[in-house]
């Protein structure tokens, strides 16, 4: 299989090329970034070292923009790519507050322009990688989102990854392609860029850093193991069916308060470093995912536990300090200083 996955460099697109690669060393693998912020080549620099698998397997990477027609048609011509699975987009919701103009540009244009380029050149699939933040937000005792919750976006995040649905939704309508949509809950794991809850807790509680908890701490995500998201889009590229939407979840509501508490008591570092601060505007109560659709016809079934999952994250983090001071430096740490100055 030939593949071009967009936002490779990112947290999930780079543990779905290495699972992938590890799972399928026969698949032709292109990752095409933009290396933004967010995207880090070196993560994958071993795959570029060392491209062939000796099972006729390949990496290629391209640093490309998704919303140029003629560098993603060049790539999907030049590698005669089967299939292409949509990672790339602007991902942090706080940004998304902060300007929510490059948000509408990647995630909404950009998926559009991956669209069309796709159905020109008649790719066999298309997996369009979205998010539970499409459902809006939930209520503590209301039931979990399905496939059939309506979209409900609040955040300029949301709302350009619902966006990037309906257009998908369209093509498929429209023109006949061949897409799915998955739809996941809050991801964890290596390579997460640390502006993310984990990541951002674990390197401000090593520094000994306040952590900022915003509003109360009572908002509840649902965490999910960043390879259990990636065994999902596998499915969901392999056997979903045309048209169709499914939700992932990892069966593992928390509060973020208590999150963040367990996440000290892991590192053996006080609670007293909380700090509460100004809550974010627009702030979902809840997330939940109900993922029987995926159970039931992908076989879809989370396998790491929250406590495994937190014990890994936090076992690489520690391994790999250097990754976190890289991706530290420069714009990052100019922006964060400017939103964390902004809520204290
Ligand atoms: P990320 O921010 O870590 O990575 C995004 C990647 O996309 C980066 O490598 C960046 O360089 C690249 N990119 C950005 N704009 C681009 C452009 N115009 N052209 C090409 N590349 C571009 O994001 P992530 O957390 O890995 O999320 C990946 C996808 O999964 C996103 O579509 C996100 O909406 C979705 N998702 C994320 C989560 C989560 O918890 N992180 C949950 C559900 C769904
Ligand atoms: P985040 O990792 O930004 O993911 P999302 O907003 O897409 O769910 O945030 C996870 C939760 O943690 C969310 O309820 C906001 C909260 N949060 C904080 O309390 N403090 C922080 O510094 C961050 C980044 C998030």
Redesign the pocket.
């Known amino acids: 299989m030939r593949i071009l996955v967009?936002?490779?460099?990112?947290?999930?697109?780079t543990n779905f090329i290495l699972l992938m690669r590890e799972k399928h060393p026969d698949w032709y693998l292109v990752n095409?970034?933009?290396?933004?912020y967010?995207?880090?080549r070196h993560n994958l620099a071993h795959l570029e070292a060392s491209p062939k698998t000796g099972q006729g397997g390949t990496y290629v990477f391209a640093q490309?923009?998704?919303?140029d027609p003629e560098g993603v048609t060049s790539l999907l011509r030049d590698h005669r790519i089967d299939a292409v699975v949509?990672?790339?987009?602007?991902?942090?919701v706080d940004r998304s507050i902060n300007d929510p103009s490059p948000f509408v540009t990647?995630n909404v244009q950009?998926t559009q322009n991956l669209l069309e380029c796709a159905r020109r050149h008649k790719v066999q699939r298309f997996v369009q990688?979205?998010?539970?933040e499409v459902y809006g937000s939930l209520e503590s005792d209301a039931p979990a989102f399905t496939e059939e919750t309506p979209l409900a976006p609040n955040s300029p995040y949301s709302a350009s990854?619902a966006g990037a649905d309906l257009l998908v939704r369209a093509y498929v309508e429209t023109y006949g392609l061949d897409a799915v949509i998955t739809r996941?809950?809050?991801?964890y794991g290596p390579y997460?860029?640390p502006e993310?809850l984990i990541p951002l807790m674990f390197s401000k509680a090593m520094r000994d850093e306040p952590l900022p908890i915003y509003g109360d701490g009572s908002n509840v995500r649902d965490w999910i193991y960043v390879d259990d998201?990636c065994r999902g889009v596998e499915l969901a590229l392999l056997q979903g069916q045309k048209g169709k939407a499914y939700n992932f979840g990892g069966q593992a509501e928390l509060p973020n308060i208590e999150l963040v508490q367990t996440l000290l008591d892991q590192l053996s570092k006080p609670h007293s470093l909380i700090t509460y601060v100004k809550d974010r505007p627009g702030h979902d109560r809840r997330y939940a995912m109900d993922f029987s659709l995926a159970a039931r016809e992908l076989g879809f079934a989370p396998q790491v536990t929250f406590e495994q999952g937190l014990q890994r994250t936090l076992n690489w983090y520690r391994n790999n300090t250097s990754w976190l001071e890289k991706v530290q430096s420069g714009e990052y740490r100019d922006f964060m200083n400017q939103w964390y100055g902004e809520r204290q």
Request: proline letters at 0%; a negative charge; charged letters at 15%.
């Open positions: 967009t936002g490779g460099c990112g947290f999930i697109g095409l970034d933009l290396l933004t967010a995207g880090n490309e923009d998704i919303c949509n990672f790339a987009a602007e991902s942090h990647t950009g990688v979205s998010t539970d990854k996941c809950s809050n991801n997460q860029f993310k998201h």
